[in-house]
């Protein structure tokens, strides 16, 4: 259990416009830190008002990027209560992407506690409108300072919270995604299954070059044959191919969404099936030729269910449902927001309530 010392801010913020939140634009007004050193361990918990941190410029995290990130969100129900969704996956994911990174862990139960009390401290920063919620970013990044290449000895944990809206400017409406075919996120034995800011450094290019070309986002290919699907830049991707569900298989290369999984449980257990494998683009493209694509869908904390309406693969395009939102999706949609909003019961018993 950590010790947390909380010192409020003196000069709170207006609160922003709920009609015109964007996406992790506007923050609020604490921020949790805690410091690593080696040989004493995570110290000094504290939340404390939001603000810069002073760091040197030859800061280890500025030259070698050793950090690592985390995305969660806190929801407002209509009787008021706060509540987080299934923090405890994200404290888990948290420590798989330490382990790569040679970050020294936090344990989960320090994790949700720390995420718990800063949504505590900063509650009536939760939105009350439909459709935000409280994106919340937990981040360590290495602070050695010096520019030798090795695992630093001091590491700062940092938890930062944005109102936010929709993570794409067409909210639920289908978006248009690009399948990369020169670039590559992630390769066998590299950092594509953790979330380390390298990963997103190095996908910035290719969604640069999909954006001027009216796309959101691009569909990455595995890294060594260029012809497997892995994930989009935010999210998860899914396949409904004649009425099967189909999502990459987790092979070290793609981040194992905690949207994707929960996707594939409320799907099981609706009676779908749900298959998790390699499957290329090459069938993608057969599958919608044979009018087969019934839907392709994203999945993310940031973009919650995603439909897409239009994927280009070199000169082939595929509408998808009309560009419309498609059954499962909808039906996905649905139910993921009903058990975070608290508008429909949680079977799953995924909800965690901020008290
Ligand atoms: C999330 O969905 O929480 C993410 O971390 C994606 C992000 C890069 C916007």
Redesign the pocket.
């Known amino acids: 259990m950590l010790d947390i010392k909380i010192t409020r801010t003196t000069a709170p913020k207006a609160k922003p416009d709920e009609s015109n939140l964007g996406?992790?634009k506007k923050f609020t007004d604490h921020m949790f830190v805690m410091d690593y050193t080696e040989g004493e361990g995570w110290h000094d918990a504290r939340i404390v008002p939001y603000g810069p941190f002073e760091l040197d410029p030859a800061t280890v995290v500025f030259h070698y990027a050793q950090e690592i990130?985390?995305?969660?969100k806190a929801y407002r129900t209509a009787d008021d209560t706060i509540q987080l969704f299934r923090p405890d996956c994200n404290a888990k994911r948290f420590q798989d992407s330490a382990d790569r990174l040679c970050i020294p862990k936090i344990p989960v139960e320090d994790y949700i506690q720390a995420v718990e009390t800063l949504v505590d401290v900063d509650r009536d920063w939760v939105p009350h409108s439909d459709g935000a919620s409280l994106?919340i970013r937990p981040f360590v990044f290495a602070n050695d300072v010096g520019l030798g290449v090795h695992a630093s000895k001091h590491y700062i944990f940092c938890i930062i919270c944005a109102p936010s809206g929709a993570?794409y400017a067409e909210g639920i409406n289908p978006v248009r995604i690009y399948v990369e075919d020169e670039y590559i996120r992630a390769a066998p034995g590299l950092t594509g299954f953790t979330?380390c800011g390298g990963n997103?450094a190095a996908s910035i290019k290719a969604g640069e070059l999909a954006e001027e070309q009216g796309y959101a986002q691009v569909l990455w290919l595995d890294g060594v044959e260029r012809k497997y699907v892995e994930e989009v830049?935010?999210?998860n991707i899914f396949f409904v191919i004649d009425g099967e569900i189909i999502t990459p298989a987790l092979t070290g290369s793609v981040l194992s969404g905690i949207?994707r999984k929960s996707a594939i449980e409320i799907c099981r257990s609706k009676g779908y099936t749900v298959t998790e494998r390699k499957i290329t683009i090459q069938e993608v493209a057969e599958a919608y030729d044979a009018g087969k694509l019934d839907e392709v869908f994203g999945t993310?904390?940031?973009?919650v269910i995603s439909p897409v309406g239009h994927l280009k693969w070199e000169d082939k395009i595929m509408e998808i449902n009309d560009n419309k939102i498609g059954q499962i999706s909808q039906m996905l949609y649905d139910t993921m927001t009903g058990i975070q909003w608290g508008k429909i019961p949680d079977e799953f018993g995924w909800t965690v309530e901020v008290k």
């Open positions: 996406f992790g990130f985390e995305g969660m994106y993570y979330k997103y830049g935010s999210m949207t993310g904390t940031a973009a």
